[in-house]
Structures are given as C-alpha cells and as structure tokens.
C-alpha cells in the first residue's frame, strides 16, 4: 500500500505539468500584446485622449442653448394710469373713446401665471484663439497617448521575455535538482555496497547520505521555484489558467550577435522619446493658449424668445442678435499665475526631453554591451558544461574503482551542477539581454530574430 502512495505522490507533479498548457515564445507574445492588463489600459488612455481632442474641437462651434420656465406668482401685477377714479369717456370722440375705455381701467404687468422659451446660440469669436490652442494640444496628447501605448507593448513584451526565460530557468533548475538526487541515490546504493564489503569508511558514506538529504530539499524548492514563475508569466500573458509551461527553445535556434552591430543606434525609432516630444508640443500649445486668455472674450449671440402672461408690455415672441464681449480686468493675478504654470509646464517638458534623449544613446550602448558580454558568457558556460561532464565521468569511474573518496565524487557532482546551470542560465541571459537591447534601440521585441544576430 505505502508504496502505491508513494507512485502517487510521485505522479502528481507530472499531472500537473500536463494539465497546464504549453506555450512557445512567440504565442506568448502575442497573448500580452491583448490580454496583459497594463497594455489594455494604454488602449483606454488613448480612448481618453481621443475623446478629450474631440471635446476640445466641439468648442469651434456656436453653442446652442434652450431655457424654459413656467412660474406662478401670488397675485397677478395690475397698474391704473386713471388714479383711483375712473376717467370720463362720455366727450371722447370716436375712436378715441375705445382708447380711453382701455385706459380707465387697469394695465396688466404681469399675470399670476407666466411662461418663458428662449433658444439661444452664441459663438465665440476672439475664443477661437485659446480653443485652436486646445485642440492642438489634446492632438498632440493623443498621438502621445498613441505611443504610450505602443512603448507599454515594447515593456510588456521585456517583461513577457523574462517570465518566460525566468520559468524556463527554474523548471531546469528542477530538472537539474532531480538529476542531483537521481545521481545521489545511486552514489549512495554503491557506497552502501561498498561499506557493506569494507571498501569504504562509515564517514564517506554519511558524506553522501547527507548530500542526499540536501539535495532533495534543494530539489524540492526548485519544484516551488517553478511553480511560482510559471504562475508569473500566466499572469502578465493574461492566461486563464493559473498556470501556464514555457516552451524550451532549441540550442541551434540561438542566434549569435552580429559583428556588425556596434550599438551606436540613437534609440530614435523609440516610441517613448517621441511621445514625449508631443508633449513639448502641447505644453507650448497649452502656454499659448493661456496667453490669448489675457485678452478680451467676444462672442456673436443670436436669440428667439416666446413670452407667455408678461402683460400690456411685453412681445409675446422677439428675436435679436448682436455682440457680447467679457474683458476679466482683475482677477487678484489669475490669468498670470495660470500663464507662469503654463510655462514651467512647457519648460519642464522640453527639460524631461533633452533629458531622455542624452539618456538614449548610453542605453542603447550599454545594452548591446551587454548582449556581447552574456553572449560571451554563454559561450564559456557551454565549453565548462562539457568538461564537467568529462570530469564527472573521469571521478565516477575513479570512485567505482575506489581511487576516488567521496568527497571528490561529491564535488564532481556539485560542479556538474553548477556548470549545467551555469549553461542554461547564460542561454537565457542572453536572450533576455537581445530583448531589453532591441527595447531599448525602438526595434520590435523578438529575441530569436534579433536584427543584432547573424543568420
């Protein structure tokens, strides 16, 4: 029974890994270009930004406004040009008699019920000036917004690149660990054989026994390791499930650096610098907007109006057009300190550009520098890779003949282990580093075509 359970227990990993599905690298990709939650809030940044232009273009034209009212009054409004005594009509002669009559009793004013419509249009005129300003402003913000998004690509795609790598490392990091112990629990049969028939001494084979035991605690927090950032990148991919298995990428599908890449690109094609040049452009638009705001506000009205119980004096129905004009003449130094934001907005900005285009080229650089170094490295890891192994072999084979201790078998394995990491974690350093290399120059995130490697 006790060991049914442990077959089980050994086959839940397994089970595991096949219900989580396989994703290759490009599929990967594609999936954060969508469902990544920090690219689906660059796409509503430009859905604001859209909108904010277009409110800013509604201002070009007249507004339209319509204001009604239906009121009652406590008593209606009544005034008697006759005094207190009626007039004398009875010498009038027609027929100004008629007039007289009308004028002996009382005027009405104002019903006890009254009634008003007025439609009114109004466009501005010297406004035209700060709201062409505006709407300049929020087209550059928009093409900004634009480009925040397409660099938000770019960094969600670095980040999808190292999740990647970074499962694809821990899972052969547990691999490795499981080699670990597989290769101890044969050590430790064969010194076990070979205490038994007094080879060896007590204290080698409790070397290896404890080694053992370090090694499946080892192993078992690479299990751990694996399984949390296989969680990572199903989250920055947007996966449903809750977990997802990298792809491992084939040895001959690395590309080696072209020597023809040197790393001087200005990182001009870089979505970000160029975002941030729209935004110069519309902190000037927003300065000059708040400079034509120092001036006058003239505007043409037009207007039809319908009265309902306004008495004797009023048209029931009236229609006028004209100018209207609004000149702010103190405002306790508004306007002037609305205008000094405006312009240290607009200094600012043109600071925070020159600022990141000096920062550029020496990223770029660094960058490619460290595309040569990690590939360097990757290339040193798989040579001592192979002599490890060699070595491993050499002292196993010393050890079956007990001309090895197992203290030197122990090392051997241990640097075995090191320079298989060592191999996988260059192979995936470097790829890591082709990612933030073409991040950095504006070039679309593709680690295994990279326009830096050779063919």
């Known amino acids: 029974m006790s060991r049914h359970i442990a077959w089980l227990l050994l086959l839940i ?32 940044a430009v859905v604001a ?3 904010r ?13 319509l204001d009604a009212n239906h009121l009652w009054w406590d008593e209606a409004l009544e005034v008697s040009l006759a005094g207190d005594e009626p007039l004398d009509c ?40 700060p709201i062409s300003q505006g709407h300049i402003a929020t087209s550059h913000l928009q093409k900004a917004a634009e480009l925040d998004q397409a660099a ?38 064969r010194a076990a054989a070979f205490h038994d028939a007094g080879l060896i001494q007590k204290n080698e084979l409790l070397q290896i026994r404890v080694a053992l035991a370090n090694a499946k605690l080892g192993q078992r927090r690479a299990s751990d390791g694996r399984d949390l950032a296989r969680g990572l990148l199903a989250k920055l991919i947007g996966a449903d499930e809750e977990t997802v298995v990298p792809q491992d990428i084939a040895e001959e599908a690395i590309l080696a650096p072209s020597t023809g890449s040197d790393g001087d690109a ?60 609004n000149w702010q003449l103190w405002g306790w130094g508004r306007k002037h300190w609305a205008l000094r934001e405006a312009t240290a907005t607009a200094r600012q900005a043109k600071v925070g550009l020159q600022a990141m285009t000096d920062a550029v080229p020496i990223e770029v650089e660094q960058s490619w520098d460290s595309v040569l170094a990690s590939w360097q490295a990757y290339e040193v890891a798989q040579a001592t890779d192979e002599q490890a192994q060699e070595n491993h072999r050499i002292v196993s084979a010393r050890f079956d003949s007990q001309l ?26 470097y790829l890591t580093a082709v990612a933030r290399w073409q991040r950095a120059i504006g070039a679309q995130v593709e680690p295994l075509r990279s326009e830096g490697a050779s063919q």
């Open 13 to 44: 990993p397994a089970l595991a890994t096949a219900q989580a599905p396989l994703v290759g690298l490009d599929e990967a990709l594609r999936r954060a270009e969508t469902e990544n939650p920090q690219v689906e809030m660059a796409e509503w």
């Open 49 to 51: 930004a859209r909108a």
């Open 53 to 65: 232009k277009w409110q800013a273009m509604s201002y070009y034209g007249p507004t339209f406004t």
């Open 90 to 129: 009875s010498a009038t002669p027609p027929p100004f008699d008629q007039i007289c009559l009308g004028m002996s009793g009382p005027l009405v004013v104002r019903d006890q019920q009254t009634s008003s419509v007025t439609l009114m249009a109004v466009q501005p005129l010297t406004g035209l000036l």
């Open 152 to 189: 938000k690509h770019s960094d969600v795609a670095v980040q999808v690149v190292e999740a990647y790598f970074g499962a694809l490392t821990a899972e052969r990091m547990e691999e490795v660990a499981s080699t670990v112990v597989a290769n101890l629990e044969s050590h430790e049969r």
């Open 266 to 325: 200005s990182g001009g094609e870089r979505p970000d610098v160029a975002a941030m040049e729209h935004r110069v452009a519309a902190a000037e638009a927003g300065k000059r907007a708040k400079v034509f705001e120092l001036g006058p506000n003239i505007a043409a009205i037009a207007a039809w109006q319908r009265n309902e119980g306004m008495g004797s004096f009023a048209a029931p129905e009236a229609t006028y057009v004209g100018l209207t004009a």
């Open 404 to 429: 090895a201790t197992a203290t030197d078998l122990l090392d051997a394995e241990s640097l075995l282990a090191q320079a298989r990491m060592s191999r996988l974690t260059a192979r995936y350093d």
